[in-house]
């Protein structure tokens, strides 16, 4: 399976700290991407590194990815109380869609 | 406003029926998906499609159709056969096959 495997499943922080998630996959990949989901709502994408990328940052996110480690981690700087969320990973080969895994439940204490 | 919509936000099927859940989108994207989520789990691949007037089954495609007919529009159709439709049904598109776009997710429930 190409899906990525996000750990851990779940985190509580209060605001302010910072939250970092892993994710380890299979295959080779083009890219690696994040995204957010929001209790009941659709995924929104977060951002995108590409497998001759080691680093990438949008905003308060840091992303970095190993591709000899098939690993990638996702920082979240200076939490706060709306980004509690969950966070899914997707390694994408090029081939098909993306997949996937069942996500890091963030819960972000005010 | 660009974006994915999806219709009905939630839905209730009675035993035995069929029903059809709305994905449109205004992106001009030549790819559309439909997935699947379970509470606390992650995303499963039921159907694909990169261009119109074709599709590809996903990883958990039995008991379910799709039509592509025209590029905007994906509708998914959850027949009898599905014994298990109880979930929340998302739509994404793309343009280059990489980052999706995701519509807010239609809930169906069963009777």
């Known amino acids: 399976s190409q899906q990525g495997e996000e750990d851990p499943q779940a985190l509580s922080i209060q605001e302010g700290e910072n939250a970092t998630m892993n994710c380890s996959y299979k295959t080779s990949i083009n890219n690696l991407q994040w995204y957010r989901q929001n209790s009941g709502r659709g995924l929104v994408h977060l951002i995108l590194?590409?497998?001759?990328?080691r680093e990438k940052h949008s905003g308060r996110l840091r992303v970095t990815l190993d591709t000899s480690k098939k690993s990638s981690s996702l920082l979240i700087t200076a939490s706060r109380a709306a980004d509690t969320a969950s966070y899914f990973c997707a390694p994408y080969t090029g081939r098909r869609a993306l997949t996937f895994g069942s996500g890091t439940r963030l819960q972000v204490q005010p | 406003d660009g974006g994915i919509t999806q219709s009905p936000k939630y839905l209730f099927r009675k035993e035995g029926q069929n029903v059809t859940l709305s994905c449109e989108q205004n992106l001009n994207h030549d790819a559309m998906y439909w997935y699947r989520q379970d509470p606390g789990q992650g995303l499963r691949l039921i159907y694909y499609?990169?261009?119109?007037?074709?599709?590809q089954k996903g990883d958990i495609a039995e008991g379910y159709s799709v039509s592509r007919e025209k590029k905007e529009s994906f509708p998914l159709t959850v027949t009898s056969a599905q014994k298990n439709p109880t979930a929340f049904y998302l739509c994404?598109?793309?343009?280059?096959?990489?980052?999706?776009?995701f519509g807010p997710g239609t809930r169906l429930l069963v009777l």
């Open positions: 590194i590409r497998s001759n990328e």
């Open positions: 994404a598109s793309s343009g280059g096959g990489e980052t999706q776009y």
């Open positions: 499609s990169q261009i119109v007037n074709d599709f």
